[in-house]
C-alpha cells in the first residue's frame, strides 16, 4: 500500500483491494457505521462493490486514505475529501467500530483539512453530519468546523484555512 502522508499516529495509504475485508466489515456494521454514512448508505455491500469502489477511486485519482495505526499496522478507516467545486470539498470519514472513542477521528481531521488546505490549496472544506450524530458533530466543532446550516436530516458545517496576519 503506497503511504500518501502520515500525522502522529496514523499512515494515511491510498485505498486498495488489499483492505476489502476491513472495509466490508467497517462498513456493513449498521449499528456503529453504516447508518452513518451519506451517499453510500446502503444494506449490504459485497466484495464485489467495495472492489469496484476501490478502482472507481484509484482510476479519478479522489484524494480518500485508508487509515493505518502506525503502532499496530490496524486499519483504522477510511477519511476523503470529496469534490464539490474548485477550491471546496467535501469532508467525509468512517471510523471502523474497534477504533472508535480512541482520539483517531480528530487526528485524521486535522491532518486532511491541512493537506487539503496546504497540498491541494482548497480554500474551504464542507461537511454534513446526521442530525443525531452529535458525537461527530462535537469533534467537528474541536477540529475547527462551524456550522452554517442545518435541516431536518443534517447539521452542515465549513472549515477555512487560517488567515496569517500581515
Known amino acids: 500500500m503506497k503511504q500518501v502522508f502520515e500525522s502522529e499516529n496514523i499512515s494515511y495509504v491510498e485505498v486498495s ?7 466490508l466489515v467497517m462498513v456493513n456494521d449498521h449499528e456503529n457505521v453504516n447508518r452513518f454514512l451519506g451517499s ?7 466484495e464485489d462493490d467495495e472492489i469496484a469502489w476501490v ?26 475529501l470529496v469534490y464539490i467545486r474548485d477550491p471546496v ?5 468512517a471510523i471502523t467500530a474497534k477504533k472508535q472513542d480512541k482520539g483517531f477521528g480528530s487526528e485524521a481531521i486535522r491532518a486532511v ?3 487539503g488546505f ?13 442530525l443525531f450524530n452529535d458525537r461527530a458533530i462535537h ?10 446550516d442545518r435541516n431536518d436530516e443534517h447539521v452542515f458545517m465549513e472549515i477555512e484555512p487560517e ?3 500581515p
Open 113 to 115: 483539512t491541512e493537506f
Open 17 to 23: 483491494e488489499l483492505l476489502v475485508n476491513d472495509y
Open 139 to 148: 469533534v467537528y466543532r474541536n477540529c475547527g468546523f462551524q456550522e452554517y
Open 118 to 130: 496546504k497540498t491541494l490549496g482548497l480554500e474551504k472544506i464542507v461537511l454534513r453530519v446526521r
Open 40 to 46: 453510500r448508505k446502503r444494506d449490504i455491500y459485497t
Open 55 to 80: 478502482n472507481k477511486k484509484l482510476e479519478e485519482k479522489d484524494p480518500v486514505f485508508s487509515m493505518i495505526e502506525k503502532k499496530s499496522g490496524d486499519f483504522i478507516g477510511n477519511i476523503e
Open 163 to 165: 488567515k496569517k496576519s
Open 89 to 93: 470539498r467535501e469532508l467525509g470519514i
